[in-house]
């Protein structure tokens, strides 16, 4: 260990740090350096990270606040192909925060807990093209929501952003439908209203019609059974 003008040098097996001290304990501003390139740069409290400061590892980048030695408050941190810029709490992804994916073809905005979005939400996907707004657990849609884009707009339930469930879509060539869903497709009881008057009310299997219906013609003044 060497020291000079109030800046100190300590050598350790697989780092080094250059930084303040005070009686003997790291204090101030300061970075440690690993032998495999990862390294911290900011505030210390008794030999932790602590304040703001920048952290890079082999799989992400962080810049923001650490309490501790640990994540805590509000940063950003970049890891592969996902951006999160939001807080952190105890080291983990936790409150509100907006993560961009692959280049921000997916952007997710909502409150994170444990890592994962939980509770209201928005969810945009190949920028702007698909939107989802509702009720997110585990950063996945469940629950009531909306879907919207360029050729429908959905309003029902989900299953891990897959419409499962009630729910009503209007498309915007001007057909509509109403009943259930299962894993995005029609499935179980509905009513289909086409764009030119024609209803078809009954069973869905799959996304395909089947079993019982009632159906009505309007352009032929008829009603099937």
């Known amino acids: 260990m060497s020291s000079q003008d109030g800046i100190v040098v ?17 204090n101030g501003w300061g970075i440690v350096r690993l032998n495999n390139g990862d390294y911290y740069r900011g505030q210390f409290k008794d030999g932790l990270f602590h304040g703001y400061g920048e952290m890079r590892t082999q799989s992400l980048f962080y810049k923001g606040t650490f309490v501790n030695g640990a994540r805590d408050g509000l940063g950003r941190q970049v890891s592969s192909n996902k951006s999160y810029f939001g807080f952190f709490k105890e080291d983990r992804k936790h409150g509100v925060a907006i993560v961009e994916i692959d280049h921000g073809k997916e952007v997710i905005r909502g ?15 190949n920028l702007g093209e698909k939107i ?44 509509k439908y109403m009943g259930s869903w299962e894993n995005d ?16 009310e009954g069973s869905y299997d799959k996304g395909k019609k089947t079993g019982f219906c009632k159906a009505i013609l309007k352009e032929k003044g008829v009603v099937y059974v």
């Open 132 to 175: 989802f707004t509702g009720y997110f657990k585990n950063s996945k849609l469940n629950d009531i929501g909306m879907e919207q884009c360029k050729k429908y707009n959905y309003l029902g339930q989900f299953h891990d952003n897959k419409k499962h469930g009630f729910g009503m879509i209007n498309y915007t060539e001007g057909s």
């Open 111 to 125: 409150y994170y807990r444990s890592g994962h979005v939980q509770g209201f939400g928005i969810l945009e996907l």
């Open 10 to 26: 300590i050598r350790y097996d697989d780092s080094i740090f250059v930084g303040q001290e005070k009686a003997g304990v790291i």
């Open 185 to 200: 497709l029609r499935h179980g009881h509905g009513i289909e209203n086409s764009s030119n008057g024609d209803v078809y």
